[in-house]
């Protein structure tokens, strides 16, 4: 039966696939599709959705593949029987950082496509550069220097942007850009982000820079809301070429709801689009991830793929440089915290080898967490048993890969090296150090709330813990990530599938097209949102005494990351 009513399409731009999803008003998903890089365009040369240069730390996509993919991408919706027909907006979400760099025919070749053809072949020149840098390039090492030296510290830099200066961010990209390439810097008429740039191929002219997507740049001043002049300049070359770069970057709507206009003819010509079907504004898939909740203040979300991300929605701006605070991409007065992590589920799958022996069954792993007591304390005047567990570089603390085990007594707070040499006893700590960490750096953007069935009142805690990725799927690390983090309403895990940043990008397509005036995305959406088809409590949160014991252990965390990090000689 064929699908009645306004459609909605949400897009995902990710390292790897090019994602695409359809709701109805009331966010049903009617049908999606996908296009994977390495297997469908693999004549690019690329593995893992990127090419790369290890002599440079380069890691870099062509934006061609993505203006393939996108042709890919509908012909498979109109093949599953799609009414484009219907679709009355769409948006999208990009990996972040990544920027393309446009040429000064873009906007000419783009308005004057020709609906018999591919896009990539009618927009081979529209490009200045042939290639985008991806979120992993870690080439800008020299110009992240710079832009954290530019304003005095990279704390300063954070309190004025967000973030402390990072290898992927946009504008120590766009200084190594202009440096390694003048001519075709000269060129670029436009830059866009990933996401600007997907929006900008269906809007068919360049489509503003997103306002939650610009707080990972580096260059944007979130208390102002405007572009700072002090670190454009740093990128542009000098004060005397701020203005032409900024030109580039564009204005930036404050409105992250506000359609750019309509869908560009060649859509509707080749695909049947309704020619008024209205392009909402793209943002970063971080924070698209907190739409598809959609995530309310004091909530968090715990990804634990083999990264670990956390994310929070929170009215609080307590920026630091070892995290991120972005502006949410649809309403003004909240913020994206965001933690990321390379040590996630490779650290505890080490540990769970290691108990093992051989095989990557979890029961034995998940027998001998629950076997030891929190914090390895048999005794509550026993030393707390604390770890850090990094097979990898780790950016959240800045340290080298490897493992550090301390015992902290937090009466004294005297912190003591313990053998390094693997226990079982690891399994439980190697959770509670993951969520330790996170506690640590939330802290302060929790309160306390009054416990909605006893109406006691509680300590600082989230709301509610939303756990996702394959980690969640088990209850053991629910039940810790419980007793570490807390939460008023408790643990629950979300199954929104693979589709969390479509799904969230779809979302903001209906509240663009739909909201009243004034109307809240979380308002809107939240009247419509289903909890019961994607969201299940698996644990009980606030657990009274185990919270504040593990509140003692945050303190004696603390001092041993910063313990570590001396050793390494990486104590800012």
């Not at 503003?208 to 997507?213: A, E, Q, T, W």
């Not at 010509?269 to 991830?289: A, L």
């Not at 009215?315 to 915290?337: I, Q, R, S, V, W």
């Not at 504040?548 to 004696?556: L, Q, S, W």
Request: hydrophobic fraction near 35%; charge should be negative.
């Amino acid at each position: 039966m064929a699908q009645k009513g306004p459609l909605y399409m949400g897009f995902d731009l990710s390292t790897q696939q090019l994602k695409a999803i359809v709701v109805d008003s009331n966010l049903k998903l009617t049908q999606e599709a996908k296009v994977d890089f390495d297997a469908d365009l693999g004549k690019y040369g690329i593995e893992k959705g990127v090419i790369t240069n290890p002599a440079e730390g380069e890691v870099f996509a062509p934006p061609a593949m993505w203006l393939d993919a996108v042709n890919l991408v509908l012909d498979r919706l109109a093949e599953a029987g799609i009414d484009f027909g219907q679709v009355m907006g769409l948006s999208g979400a990009g990996m972040q950082h990544g920027t393309v760099f446009w040429s000064k025919k873009a906007e000419t070749l783009m308005v004057n496509l020709d609906a018999g053809k591919s896009l990539s072949e009618q927009l081979k020149d529209a490009l200045a550069h042939d290639m985008s840098p991806n979120w992993q390039d870690s080439s800008t090492q020299k110009q992240c220097d710079a832009f954290d030296a530019e304003l005095g510290s990279a704390d300063k830099l954070a309190e004025l942007t967000g973030s402390a200066a990072h290898h992927r961010f946009s504008g120590p990209q766009i200084m190594r850009y202009r440096t390694k390439y003048p001519s075709k810097y000269d060129q670029t008429a436009r830059i866009s982000l990933v996401s600007s740039f997907l929006a900008s191929v269906f809007l068919g002219k360049i489509a503003p820079i997103d306002i939650g997507d610009v707080t990972g740049m580096n260059m944007w001043d979130v208390h102002r809301g405007r572009w700072n002049d002090q670190l454009v300049a740093l990128a542009a070359g000098g004060k005397d070429q701020v203005e032409e770069l900024k030109h580039k970057l564009g204005d930036v709507p404050e409105d992250g709801g506000a359609g750019f206009g309509m869908v560009n003819n060649y859509f509707a010509t080749r695909y049947g689009f309704n020619p008024e079907c209205i392009i909402c504004p793209f943002t970063g898939d971080n924070p698209s991830t907190i739409l598809a909740l959609p995530l309310r203040a004091s909530d968090a979300m715990v990804s634990l793929g083999t990264s670990t991300t956390f994310l929070m929605s929170t009215p609080e701006y307590k920026p630091d440089p070892a995290y991120h605070f972005m502006n949410h991409p649809c309403t003004p007065g909240l913020y994206m915290f965001m933690l990321c992590y390379k040590n996630g589920g490779l650290a505890r799958e080490n540990i769970r080898d290691q108990i093992n022996k051989s095989g990557n069954n979890w029961d034995a792993f998940n027998d001998t967490a629950m076997a030891t007591s929190p914090l390895s304390q048999k005794k509550d005047s026993d030393d707390m048993r604390l770890g850090l567990y990094f097979p990898m570089h780790e950016t959240v603390p800045n340290l080298p890969a490897g493992q550090w085990r301390m015992a902290f007594n937090a009466e004294t707070n005297d912190l003591q090296d313990v053998p390094n040499d693997f226990v079982p006893d690891d399994a439980r700590n190697i959770i509670e150090s993951q969520m330790l960490s996170l506690r640590l750096r939330s802290q302060k953007l929790v309160h306390s709330e009054k416990d909605p069935a006893t109406g006691q009142q509680l300590p600082p805690q989230p709301r509610r813990v939303y756990l996702v990725g394959g980690g969640s799927a088990n209850p053991v690390i629910a039940n810790i990530c419980a007793e570490v983090l807390g939460s008023v309403e408790g643990i629950y895990k979300l199954d929104i599938g693979g589709n969390a940043c479509a799904l969230g990008a779809a979302y903001k397509a209906v509240w663009g097209c739909e909201r009243k005036q004034g109307q809240t995305f979380e308002d809107l959406i939240g009247s419509r949102w289903d909890e019961s088809k994607f969201v299940e409590k698996i644990a009980d949160g606030y657990r009274k005494g185990t919270f504040e014991r593990y509140g003692e252990a945050v303190r004696g965390f603390d001092l041993m990351e910063k313990e570590a990090l001396k050793r390494e000689g990486r104590l800012r």
